[in-house]
């Protein structure tokens, strides 16, 4: 969203109700008219997506009036948005104001019990890979070990590159699985990991 923040969300019953709003802002000779002029003056960009249409504005002067246009449209068309709205981009959320907030990704996976980041280390022996192993759960970390690969999961990216750097590992997105492909195995999986 560059310059477009704000929008007039229309939904509509149908697509067919939709397709009939585009036309009638398009091409009627009311003050539709009007509303096409702005369209193009200031290049609001019209869209539609199934039952949706919207109409994109940068500022909140241009939205406001477009809705007034579109609104009376409507009423003369007879027809009755089950929605009609506008909204804001929150550019720091990446969301429209009348959406709900998403829940954070790290906090959801770990109030299901998995880590959000996670350090793996390739040992060069068995024996070495047990030892961290055992090092890290030592030091409070959930851990999983198959052969020489050790996998501690971390609550914060931040932890996870403090880590990597100290046992000289690679940081990845963690998850309810982590998959590792093994150069004669490339189906492996590991399971979840606590934090």
């Not at 027809?79 to 709900?100: H, K, Q």
């Not at 030592?138 to 914060?156: L, N, W």
Request: net charge negative; glycine share 8%.
């Amino acid at each position: 969203m560059a310059t477009d923040d704000w929008r007039i969300r229309i939904e509509l019953p149908d697509e067919e109700g939709a397709r009939g709003v585009l036309e009638r802002i398009g091409l009627s000779h009311s003050d539709a008219d009007e509303l096409a002029h702005e369209l193009r003056e200031h290049r609001l960009a019209v869209s539609h997506d199934g039952n949706l249409v919207f109409v994109y504005a940068a500022t909140g002067m241009q939205a406001e009036h477009a809705s007034r246009i579109v609104e009376r449209e409507l009423q003369d068309a007879g027809w009755t948005p089950t929605r009609f709205v506008t909204e804001r981009w929150l550019a720091d959320e990446e969301r429209w104001d009348d959406d709900a907030p998403t829940p954070d990704i790290e906090e959801d996976l770990l109030q299901r019990g998995y880590a959000p980041w996670e350090v793996r280390v390739e040992s060069k022996t068995l024996a070495e890979a047990h030892d961290l192993a055992e090092q890290l759960k030592t030091e409070g970390y959930g851990v999983s070990r198959t052969f020489t690969y050790v996998i501690a999961g971390t609550e914060t990216r931040e932890e996870a590159v403090e880590l990597a750097r100290r046992v000289h590992g690679e940081v990845e997105p963690g998850g309810e699985l982590v998959y590792e492909v093994q150069p004669h195995n490339p189906f492996a999986v590991f399971g979840g990991l606590g934090t």
